[in-house]
């Protein structure tokens, strides 16, 4: 199914990112807020909950500074991975049907106050000294509103189409994913519930820092070309949706408490699902 217009297209290949509006319906959003409450053992009506040592030493949940919260596996998390809508955003923008979703996590970014107060980062996920550059595109679905100042997702418009230009201008020690922002703009992109963001990996982007009442809830998607060919990749991906575990990746530290493993079950996939997945070949 084509979700995305031919002006949407033109602004994606223009500015390098594009929203997608009432990507899934509210009743999933709903579900997936639950969940990530119960998780992270927060009372959403209870902001002294909301706050918590990064490496979890105090025996609760992590929760990073910048609001990444490891939870990958569950139904609700599954159930907007194999949503059609965002499934044919992302292949509209690759231009095939033949994917694989992202096994990712979740944010939830708290207002800041005087004991907790992330400013924002800005970085690349892909190493921008490869050649050829990674060829990669990523998305991020708002669970709740998200107004410009609230801690969502902020880019530079448009550098996917600089970046060689500019990247001649500085210097060769330079850090491959944290670019020199001087002259660089930073874009606050405000969402509804339900709208989910697709951007450029060459864009400089991050969370920011949250100034409103609220925290930011988000979901982590993304899409990439099937790699059929890769049997490991294949196996791997299965084996993590079957025992509901984390990627053991760097970046990925998981958690320790185990209640994905311990509580819930597998989720059900459907048959865009399976194949979104690798459990099914396209």
Known sequence: MHVLTQEDLAFWHE????????????????????????????????????????????GLPRLKESGMAELYQHQTLWDNRQHPRVYGAFADIWETEKLWVSIDRVNLNPPARADWDFPGFVHWDIDTSLRPLPQRVQGVLSLVDVP??????QVVPGFHRRFEEWVKTQPAERDPRIPDMTGLELKPLATNAGDLIIWHSLLPHGTGRNNSARPRLAQYITMFPAREDDEAMRQ?????????????????????RRWEIEHGSTAELTPLGEKLLGLCKW
């Open 15 to 58: 500015h390098g990112y594009v929203i997608v509006r009432e990507a899934v319906p509210q009743a999933n959003l709903d579900a997936l807020v639950d969940v990530i409450w119960e998780f992270m053992a927060m009372d959403r009506a209870d902001p002294d909950t909301w706050y918590r040592s990064p490496d979890g030493g105090d």
């Open 148 to 153: 410009a100042d609230a801690g969502g997702l």
């Open 236 to 256: 791997e991906r299965i084996s993590l949706w079957r025992e509901r575990k984390s990627p053991e990746r760097k970046f990925f530290p998981g958690d320790p």
